[in-house]
Structures are given as structure tokens and as C-alpha cells.
């Protein structure tokens, strides 16, 4: 009799809820059961009816929305016309990650829970919700959660008594077999890299745009602690359209260094070619990969070798290892009693996939290939807020991007992949392509022509906004009013010309904070107080439109407290008045933010 199945059904956008589906996927395979892993929207969700046994895991991306991959999912199960017995056969459990820090903590999962009761569903479990705030991250919740499920579901359907759980050091067949090719590299062109510059319909993920890069420009002063680039493509002829608030995703690529550091350590000639095997019917390989492909290709534009790794990772590492030692110290990181020695040792100082097989150099040399895809995540596209409008320059497309480089205790300064990756670009040494595309950001804009909009955007928080001003300039909407704030005027003025030059054409008007220039620092929320009559009337009698980009850390919260002390003080409203008048203002969408950490 064919084991029963367990559908594991995942919507994640930076990669966690993929990782904790596939760590279940490989728990259930130990105990003999038959599971399969997907992303929601590659699902086909008529088929739930069908399901005797789902979990769901999902992620909450900014203010409560469900992630890319499963907005086609979420629209479905929330339809008037589902019955309340459409789900009736099945049992379900719902695993949430979210972050603390934000006001709808976990909400996708919290509803999705709810509707699937609705529908009939049986739950097995209350619905867990992991928080990336936990000193120990969502793990922390995620353990005994899933300790207590898998109870209940062997509880349903038990390991067969003569095959018994296949024990955690017993490693698992990987998904793919590298079939390495004998015949000479030259054979095994990159050329037919995935990227094309024709594309046929609009580029996506797995058709980006080669966009040739135009300028690369340093746009901060010389004294100022961040490299900030303006950069600008050159899209003519990709089929590429964006409005304001619209992002554009780049699929970045490892530095030369750490590919040849890469193979080194693990033993491997970057020029081989190979072809890969599924290892299961039904496992498409990776479409991001050519066929047949280069170790140099799979690991400069595939694997995300610079990446934090994240607990399973040691899990197949410690299986993987013939060193005594080491792999004990890799069980130690594996186990749940080890979480805290391994956030020491990985996640506060930010130690990179690369550093850790370096510090592990017995178990990584005896890494088998076949296993590769299955230990190192690939590498995510890189999402940035498009800067330009297509109004103000056709054929060109522009982002505002901060070159992240900080230091921990690890000798090496930790650095953004994509931006330094960007950064290190240099159009004028020759031609320079970058694959990309684009999608809807959080942000809309009013078509109405007279609706006025408030935008808050400190820092590269001013990005969208540049966009939104051109685009509403374009079309003859003077109603801008523009809150930002930076350091100081001389270091990190953003496109100070352009804005002065719309102040004077009657446009725009700005409100700066200049946070450094004074004793008493200054912010963007300060200034929102300072202008209150004027913030109150433009929401309240004239219909305004308020938007803030930017750092998620402190600023959205001091922002928000502003707006609900500029509604008593200039509204006359109370306490639990003004926190209600700024709900119906997130509601009607009249209050929209992009935020990242």
C-alpha cells in the first residue's frame, strides 16, 4: 500500500517558510511518510478538497499581506461562494512566521486558521506562530510546535512497525544526482544562460531583462559613513512598463573571490560541466539552471553561499561529515538544546555558508556534490524601489541603492551581496548587463488628479517618492507634499536640485530634516508636528493620500505616534478617536507604507 501523503503547503517571501516546509518535508520522510512540498500558488488549490492531511506555513510580509507566492491562493480561499463543507475531509495545521516588532503580527496565519475552520476543516493543532523578535528567532516556537504535531499525525497514520523512523544521523537521498559531464568545458557555454535580451512577453524570474547599466554614481559626500549609488539602466526594447510605487527584483551574482575560495574547500574544478538527475519522479530541476551547466555558473549565480546558514543546514552537514569532532559540534549546532550556542556562533556575528565549510574543512572536503542543491539555498532576487518614473524618462529605469557593509566581531566587514555586488560595477571599464524585472509594490498612488499626497521618506526611504513626484508632476498634479529627512544637507541631500527646482515651478513642497546639523537631533516625525494644521487639513477636509518609506526599525512607530498627536491636537480628537481615525486611514488605504529591516 503507498504510504498516505502529507501535503505541506508554503507561502514565503525571504526563504524561512520554504525552509521550515522543506525541514517538515524531511521529517515526514524519516518517518515513512510520502510528503510534498510547494509553494501555494504552484498548487493546484481545487484540489484541497481532495486533501486529507495539510500544513500550512506562511509568512506575513509588510503591513499583513500575504506573500508573492500565495496572493493567488489567498484571493481564492477567501471567495463568498466556498461552502462551509468544502474542506470537511481534511485535517489541517497552520504554522505562522511574522515579527513582533509589527503591528499585524502573524496576520496571514491567524486568518488563514480561521477561514479553514470555517470551511470545514479539522485543525490538529492551535496555530503557531514563530517570531523572527525571539532571541532564538522563530524556532523558538516552531520546535515544540512541530514536536506536538508530529504526535498527532502518527497518531493518524503510524510508522510501519518493519520499516521504523529512519534516525536523524542517517542522511537522506538528496533530490538530484550531478551527472558530471567527460567531454572538454568549452562545450558547456554559458550562453545559454537563462537571461535573454529579446524577451518574449515581459521578463519575470525566470526571463529577466539583461539591462545594460548606463551610470553608477556615488551620491553621498565624501565624509559620509554610507556609499549610496544612484544607478540607471538602460530598458529599451525589454517590454518593461512601472508606475510609481513599483519595485524592480535583480538576481545578483557571488564575488569571483568567494566562487574560487567556494571550490576550493569543497574540491571542485569551477570549469566541469554537469547535467542533474532528479532523484524522484515528479521533482522538476531547478529552472533557473541551464542544461548542462558549469560548477562556476551553479555557484557564482545560483547557490547563496554568502547567505547566513540556517539550522538545517548543520542538520545534513553533521550527516554529511566523516570527521568525529567536527560533527559533533554540528550535531551540537543541529539540536534544540544547541540553539543558543548557535545563534552565538552564527546569526549575531552574520558568519556566511563560505565561512562556515571553512571552519569545517574535513566535513566540506567530503561534501558529495549530489548533495549541493540540497544544502545550500539558492540565491533570492533582490528587491529595490524603482526611482524613476517612465513619464520623466522613457526607455531608462533608476534605483537609490545603500551599499550595506557593517562590522561584528568577525574580522571581515559583513557586506550586502547585491548591493556590493552592485556597487563593484563599472559601466565605464565596458558594457555591464544585470538581469531584472518588475513587480507591484506596496504602494499605490490616487489616479484622481486633485488628490493631494503626503510622503514621509527619510534616507533611501525618498526613493518611490521620486518616482511618485515626477509621475505626478508629468501629469500636472501639484498637490506633493514631501517630508525628508537625512544627516546633513551637504552629505546625503538627495536630489536637492531637483526638488528645489519643483518648489520654484510651485510642484512640490518640501519639509527637510536635517538629524545631524544640530545639537538636538531632529526627525521627520518632529517636523510632521511642526506642520500639523497643515498635515490635518490636507487629510481631513482635502482627502489626502499619506505614504512612508523607509527603515522599519523605529521611524514607522515615531510616525505614527506624530500623526495620532497631530490628530488630537489639530482634530480635537481623543486618544482611542485618533488611534480609530488612523486605522480607517489604513483601511481605506488613505495610509500606506513600505518598510524593510
Same mark, same amino acid.
Given at each position: 500500500?503507498?504510504?498516505?501523503?502529507?501535503?505541506?503547503?508554503?507561502?514565503?517571501?525571504?526563504?524561512?517558510?520554504?525552509?521550515?516546509?522543506?525541514?517538515?518535508?524531511?521529517?515526514?520522510?524519516?518517518?515513512?511518510?510520502?510528503?510534498?512540498?510547494?509553494?501555494?500558488?504552484?498548487?493546484?488549490?481545487?484540489?484541497?478538497?481532495?486533501?486529507?492531511?495539510?500544513?500550512?506555513?506562511?509568512?506575513?510580509?509588510?503591513?499583513?499581506?500575504?506573500?508573492?507566492?500565495?496572493?493567488?491562493?489567498?484571493?481564492?480561499?477567501?471567495?463568498?461562494?466556498?461552502?462551509?463543507?468544502?474542506?470537511?475531509?481534511?485535517?489541517?495545521?497552520?504554522?505562522?512566521?511574522?515579527?513582533?516588532?509589527?503591528?499585524?503580527?502573524?496576520?496571514?496565519?491567524?486568518?488563514?486558521?480561521?477561514?479553514?475552520?470555517?470551511?470545514?476543516?479539522?485543525?490538529?493543532?492551535?496555530?503557531?506562530?514563530?517570531?523572527?523578535?525571539?532571541?532564538?528567532?522563530?524556532?523558538?516556537a516552531v520546535d515544540p510546535w512541530l514536536h506536538d504535531l508530529w504526535e498527532k499525525v502518527l497518531g493518524l497514520h503510524p510508522v510501519p512497525l518493519h520499516l521504523g523512523i529512519?534516525?536523524?544521523?542517517?542522511?537522506?537521498?538528496?533530490?538530484?544526482?550531478?551527472?558530471?559531464?567527460?567531454?572538454?568545458?568549452?562545450?558547456?557555454?554559458?550562453?545559454?544562460?537563462?537571461t535573454r535580451t529579446d524577451p518574449q512577453g515581459s521578463p519575470s524570474e525566470l526571463q529577466p531583462f539583461l539591462a545594460p547599466m548606463v551610470t553608477n554614481q556615488r551620491v553621498?559626500?565624501?565624509?559620509?559613513?554610507?556609499?549610496?549609488?544612484?544607478?540607471?539602466?538602460?530598458?529599451?526594447?525589454?517590454?518593461?512598463?512601472?508606475?510609481?510605487?513599483?519595485?524592480?527584483?535583480?538576481?545578483?551574482?557571488?564575488?569571483?573571490?568567494?566562487?574560487?575560495?567556494?571550490?576550493?574547500?569543497?574540491?571542485?574544478?569551477?570549469?566541469?560541466?554537469?547535467?542533474?538527475?532528479?532523484?524522484?519522479?515528479?521533482?522538476?530541476?531547478?529552472?533557473?539552471?541551464?542544461?548542462?551547466?558549469?560548477?562556476?555558473?551553479?555557484?557564482?549565480?545560483?547557490?547563496?553561499?554568502?547567505?547566513?546558514?540556517?539550522?538545517?543546514?548543520?542538520?545534513?552537514?553533521?550527516?554529511?561529515?566523516?570527521?568525529?569532532?567536527?560533527?559533533?559540534?554540528?550535531?551540537?549546532?543541529?539540536?534544540?538544546?544547541?540553539?543558543?550556542?548557535?545563534?552565538?556562533?552564527?546569526?549575531?556575528?552574520?558568519?556566511?555558508?563560505?565561512?562556515?565549510?571553512?571552519?569545517?574543512?574535513?566535513?566540506?572536503?567530503?561534501?558529495?556534490?549530489?548533495?549541493?542543491?540540497?544544502?545550500?539555498?539558492?540565491?533570492?532576487?533582490?528587491?529595490?524601489?524603482?526611482?524613476?518614473?517612465?513619464?520623466?524618462?522613457?526607455?531608462?529605469?533608476?534605483?537609490?541603492?545603500?551599499?550595506?557593509?557593517?562590522?561584528?566581531?568577525?574580522?571581515?566587514?559583513?557586506?550586502?551581496?547585491?548591493?556590493?555586488?552592485?556597487?563593484?560595477?563599472?559601466?565605464?571599464?565596458?558594457? @555591464?548587463? *544585470?538581469?531584472?524585472?518588475? &513587480?507591484?509594490? %506596496?504602494?499605490?498612488?490616487? =489616479?484622481? !488628479? #486633485?488628490?493631494?499626497?503626503?510622503?514621509?521618506?527619510?534616507?533611501?526611504?525618498?526613493?518611490?517618492?521620486?518616482?511618485?513626484?515626477?509621475?505626478?508632476?508629468?501629469?500636472g498634479q501639484t498637490g506633493n507634499f514631501l517630508f525628508f529627512g537625512c544627516r546633513r544637507r551637504d552629505q546625503d541631500f538627495y536630489w536637492e536640485p531637483e526638488w528645489k527646482?519643483?518648489?520654484?515651478?510651485?510642484?512640490?513642497?518640501?519639509?527637510?530634516?536635517?538629524?545631524?546639523?544640530?545639537?538636538?537631533? @531632529?526627525? *521627520?516625525?518632529?517636523?510632521? &508636528?511642526?506642520? %500639523?494644521?497643515?498635515?490635518? =487639513?490636507? !487629510? #481631513?477636509?482635502?482627502?489626502?493620500?499619506?505614504?512612508?518609506?523607509?527603515?522599519?526599525?523605529?521611524?514607522?512607530?515615531?510616525?505614527?505616534?506624530?500623526?495620532?498627536?497631530?490628530?488630537?491636537?489639530?482634530?480635537?480628537?481623543?486618544?482611542?478617536?485618533?488611534?480609530?481615525?488612523?486605522?480607517?486611514?489604513?483601511?481605506?488605504?488613505?495610509?500606506?507604507?513600505?518598510?524593510?529591516?
Amino acid at each position: 500500500m503507498p504510504s498516505p501523503r502529507l501535503l505541506v503547503l508554503f507561502g514565503s517571501q525571504t526563504g524561512t517558510a520554504q525552509d521550515v516546509s522543506e525541514r517538515l518535508g524531511r521529517e515526514a520522510r524519516r518517518r515513512r511518510l510520502g510528503c510534498l512540498v510547494q509553494a501555494l500558488d504552484s498548487y493546484p488549490v481545487v484540489n484541497l478538497i481532495n486533501e486529507p492531511l495539510v500544513i500550512f506555513i506562511c509568512a506575513t510580509t509588510g503591513q499583513g499581506d500575504p506573500p508573492d507566492n500565495m496572493k493567488n491562493f489567498w484571493r481564492f480561499i477567501f471567495r463568498k461562494n466556498l461552502s462551509s463543507t468544502s474542506l470537511c475531509q481534511m485535517d489541517f495545521a497552520v504554522l505562522g512566521l511574522g515579527d513582533s516588532s509589527y503591528a499585524k503580527f502573524n496576520f496571514v496565519a491567524k486568518k488563514l486558521y480561521r477561514r479553514l475552520l470555517q470551511l470545514g476543516g479539522r485543525a490538529l493543532l492551535p496555530v503557531c506562530l514563530g517570531d523572527d523578535q525571539h532571541e532564538l528567532g522563530p524556532d523558538a516556537a516552531v520546535d515544540p510546535w512541530l514536536h506536538d504535531l508530529w504526535e498527532k499525525v502518527l497518531g493518524l497514520h503510524p510508522v510501519p512497525l518493519h520499516l521504523g523512523i529512519i534516525p536523524p544521523g542517517v542522511p537522506l537521498p538528496s533530490k538530484f544526482t550531478l551527472h558530471f559531464l567527460q567531454e572538454a568545458p568549452s562545450t558547456c557555454s554559458e550562453e545559454q544562460h537563462v537571461t535573454r535580451t529579446d524577451p518574449q512577453g515581459s521578463p519575470s524570474e525566470l526571463q529577466p531583462f539583461l539591462a545594460p547599466m548606463v551610470t553608477n554614481q556615488r551620491v553621498t559626500g565624501p565624509l559620509h559613513f554610507q556609499d549610496v549609488r544612484l544607478i540607471e539602466f538602460d530598458i529599451t526594447g525589454s517590454g518593461l512598463s512601472f508606475a510609481a510605487g513599483d519595485v524592480v527584483l535583480i538576481q545578483p551574482e557571488n564575488a569571483a573571490g568567494h566562487v574560487q575560495q567556494f571550490c576550493q574547500v569543497l574540491g571542485l574544478d569551477p570549469d566541469q560541466c554537469f547535467t542533474l538527475q532528479p532523484q524522484e519522479p515528479g521533482v522538476p530541476r531547478p529552472a533557473r539552471l541551464p542544461q548542462p551547466c558549469s560548477v562556476r555558473h551553479l555557484v557564482s549565480r545560483y547557490l547563496d553561499i554568502a547567505s547566513v546558514p540556517r539550522r538545517s543546514f548543520f542538520e545534513l552537514l553533521a550527516c554529511l561529515s566523516p570527521h568525529e569532532l567536527e560533527r559533533e559540534k554540528l550535531l551540537e549546532f543541529s539540536s534544540a538544546q544547541g540553539q543558543e550556542e548557535l545563534c552565538e556562533y552564527c546569526s549575531r556575528p552574520r558568519r556566511t555558508i563560505l565561512e562556515v565549510l571553512g571552519d569545517f574543512p574535513h566535513t566540506a572536503g567530503a561534501i558529495p556534490p549530489d548533495y549541493l542543491l540540497d544544502l545550500i539555498p539558492p540565491m533570492r532576487p533582490r528587491a529595490f524601489s524603482i526611482a524613476s518614473s517612465l513619464l520623466a524618462h522613457p526607455s531608462r529605469l533608476q534605483i537609490l541603492v545603500a551599499v550595506v557593509q557593517y562590522q561584528t566581531r568577525l574580522k571581515e566587514p559583513r557586506r550586502g551581496l547585491c548591493s556590493s555586488w552592485l556597487a563593484s560595477l563599472d559601466p565605464r571599464q565596458g558594457p @555591464v548587463q *544585470v538581469p531584472l524585472w518588475v &513587480r507591484p509594490g %506596496g504602494l499605490t498612488f490616487p =489616479e484622481t !488628479l #486633485d488628490t493631494p499626497v503626503i510622503m514621509v521618506g527619510p534616507g533611501t526611504g525618498v526613493a518611490p517618492f521620486r518616482a511618485a513626484v515626477q509621475e505626478r508632476v508629468a501629469q500636472g498634479q501639484t498637490g506633493n507634499f514631501l517630508f525628508f529627512g537625512c544627516r546633513r544637507r551637504d552629505q546625503d541631500f538627495y536630489w536637492e536640485p531637483e526638488w528645489k527646482e519643483l518648489e520654484k515651478r510651485g510642484c512640490l513642497t518640501l519639509v527637510t530634516a536635517f538629524s545631524r546639523e544640530q545639537e538636538q537631533k @531632529v526627525y *521627520v516625525q518632529h517636523r510632521l &508636528r511642526e506642520f %500639523g494644521p497643515l498635515v490635518w =487639513e490636507l !487629510l #481631513d477636509r482635502q482627502g489626502a493620500y499619506f505614504y512612508l518609506a523607509g527603515n522599519a526599525k523605529y521611524m514607522p512607530a515615531d510616525v505614527s505616534e506624530a500623526l495620532t498627536s497631530i490628530f488630537q491636537e489639530e482634530g480635537g480628537l481623543s486618544g482611542p478617536e485618533a488611534a480609530a481615525y488612523l486605522a480607517r486611514l489604513q483601511r481605506t488605504l488613505r495610509f500606506q507604507t513600505e518598510t524593510w529591516a
